[in-house]
């Protein structure tokens, strides 16, 4: 019904880039709030980066400052610009949204994607 694509990721050695895109197969105006959540091995998955639709991106404190996500409506498709990448970051990131309508009606359940990893070491 509704997918959702990461790409971008990959290693690459501290105070590196990357940016991971994820692309919807819905529009933008049907998600209320889109975000990237990431998973380190052992370790709970965490909120990066929340997009609503009604407001400005932002992300959590812990990447404030080196990460940046934004959106571009007429591709369907979300980013998560990350700069000065510490091995901390290393997870596998994953797309994921929630709030999508359908014609008056919203979906019951939430969507991820299939996520993809990053990793940051020397």
């Known amino acids: 019904q509704v997918q959702l694509v990461e790409s971008g990721g990959g290693l690459v050695q501290p105070g590196g880039s990357l940016t991971l895109s994820c692309a919807a197969s819905v529009t933008m105006s049907s998600i209320d709030v889109m975000g990237w959540y990431r998973q380190a091995p052992g370790k709970q998955r965490e909120l990066v980066a929340r997009l609503t639709m009604g407001g400005s991106p932002y992300v959590v404190g812990s990447v404030e400052g080196r990460f940046a996500a934004s959106r571009d409506n007429a591709k369907n498709t979300v980013y998560l610009q990350m700069n000065s990448l510490k091995p901390e970051d290393t997870a596998i990131y994953y797309c994921?949204?929630?709030?999508?309508?359908?014609?008056?009606?919203?979906?019951?359940?939430?969507?991820w994607g299939q996520g993809t990893q990053v990793t940051v070491s020397s």
């Open positions: 994921h949204a929630d709030g999508i309508r359908s014609g008056t009606l919203y979906y019951k359940h939430d969507f």
